[in-house]
């Protein structure tokens, strides 16, 4: 990939790579021009390098002994950072950790770590692009198997493959389009040329549209989200509860206990889902109860799915947006029956539960499985595509009127956008904001 224009920061850093907090083992990593000295300086000469060695990790003010552990010894430029790169693998205990870190701060050049700077250094350096490096932020933030999948893919490099071979079929098109200002008197080259363009330039901007028009990618990331309405007492919150299997909300006879939204991840198959309890609709008592109507409505309109819960004594019907998928939900059947609705329950008892559990996991199924395609998974992506295929389509809908330069410049933009995806070009201004989502030491 093309090498980024910012400049890679000669500071060395350090930080705890593996979760804080009590464990068998701790990694405290190291990247910069000073890794090899200052893990000398605690463990004594260097170990053959990317060879692991059992040493005393000792404090190099006091030569006092911190702990026993394993060094290892990494020499750029073939390490994740491109960088010289060590590790230390210690103890999990947190004093450990502690006196650890606190001996490496003490070695002149070396600070803590910002998050996400380990994995900036290596996009830096050119070792990801900028869509690898948001598939690793993915990977790291993943609870269920899809998301995985997904994430793992986008950082082995599917997205960018993608993008990449758009924006070099785009630049092959601009190459055509530009042969007609090197070849002006010949009219018969540029004319071939620019109609060998239109007939690349059409379909590839199908396919990006298409791209763009399939959002799975993205609410695979956040999840199928699933809001409950209905009445008060209707059993939102029972229901909540019995299908997170823990007593996420409060549960009390008195209508209107629910005030707030109250959001429930799950692992339905492999698929995230985020169920959404919200207050009762009814005409509100005061100003609190009146906010909680007013977000359940929010809720109901920004749901994938929307589960309109009934007490079977009381039936009422789903007041929703027009435009909602709704599943109407009769709970309490264990006090009457209730054999005219598919999705039947008792939140009490838990009968019904597992089908609607699995009707829920198909829906989402339905509305999250990609089939393997790398797609967009974020906004910016989103953003950049609907700006290529714009400039595209300026350009097709000028194409026999317009000059070759202008056609030109139409076009490298569209290139251009592209390349915002994967880092190519112009990232400075969102650097910071992507890798600020990282943890400490990764």
């Known amino acids: 990939m093309t090498q980024p224009s910012a400049p890679i920061s000669r ?46 990790i000792r404090d190099p003010r006091t030569s006092e002994p911190i702990d026993r552990g394993f060094a290892l010894w990494l020499p750029g430029p073939n390490t994740q950072t491109g960088e010289n790169a060590a590790e230390m693998h210690l103890h ?3 004093a450990v950790i502690a006196a650890a870190l606190d001996a490496a701060l003490s070695i002149a050049g070396v600070r803590m770590a910002e998050p996400g700077e380990f994995t900036r250094r290596a996009f830096l350096a050119g070792k990801l692009d900028l869509a690898e490096a948001e598939g690793l932020a993915d990977l790291l933030e993943a609870e269920t198997e899809a998301q ?28 055509l389009v530009e042969a007609g200002i090197d070849f002006s008197d ?15 330039l059409t379909p590839l901007r199908e396919e990006i549209a298409v791209a763009l028009a399939d959002t799975r990618g993205e609410r695979l990331r ?26 996420a909300a409060i549960v009390a006879a008195e209508p209107g206990t629910t005030r707030d939204v109250i959001e429930v991840q799950m692992d339905l198959g492999g698929l995230p889902v985020v169920l959404v309890d919200t207050a009762g609709l009814r005409e509100a008592r005061d100003a609190a109860e009146m906010e909680g109507v ?24 789903p007041e929703v947006p027009p435009e909602a998928r709704v599943w109407r939900v009769v709970n309490k059947i264990d006090t009457a029956p209730a054999a005219e609705f598919a999705h039947r329950i008792s939140a009490r008892t838990g009968e019904g539960l597992d089908r609607l559990a699995a009707a ?37 809908d000028a194409w026999t009127d317009t000059p070759d330069e202008i056609l030109a410049e139409l076009l490298r933009r569209a290139a251009d956008e592209l390349g915002r995806v994967t880092g190519r070009v112009g990232v400075e201004e969102v650097l910071g904001r992507i890798f600020s989502t990282f943890c400490i030491g990764k």
């Open 11 to 56: 500071d060395t850093i350090v930080a705890l790579s593996s979760a804080p907090g009590r464990a068998a083992v701790a990694v405290i990593r190291l990247s910069g021009p000073e890794a090899g000295t200052s893990l000398a300086a605690l463990c004594g000469p260097l170990p053959e390098p990317r060879r692991v060695s059992l040493r005393t």
């Open 294 to 317: 007013r977000r359940a409505g929010e809720q109901a309109k920004a749901a994938d799915l929307v589960i309109w819960l009934e007490d079977v004594a009381g039936r009422t019907e």
């Open 148 to 175: 995985r999948r997904q994430a793992l893919a986008q950082s082995s490099g599917a997205l960018s493959v993608r993008i990449n071979g758009w924006r070099d079929r785009v630049v092959e098109v601009m190459a």
């Open 186 to 200: 010949e009219s018969d080259v540029t004319d071939a040329a620019r109609a060998q363009a239109y007939d690349v």
């Open 222 to 247: 956040e999840g199928f989200r699933v809001a409950i309405l209905g009445r008060p007492n209707a059993g939102k919150s029972s229901l909540l509860n019995a299908l997170a299997r823990r007593e």
């Open 92 to 94: 999990g205990g947190r």
């Open 360 to 396: 829920l996991g198909a829906a989402a199924a339905d509305a999250l499985n990609s089939g393997g395609s790398a797609g967009v998974t974020r906004a910016r992506h989103r953003d950049a595509l609907a700006a290529a295929v714009a400039s595209i389509d300026t350009a097709l």
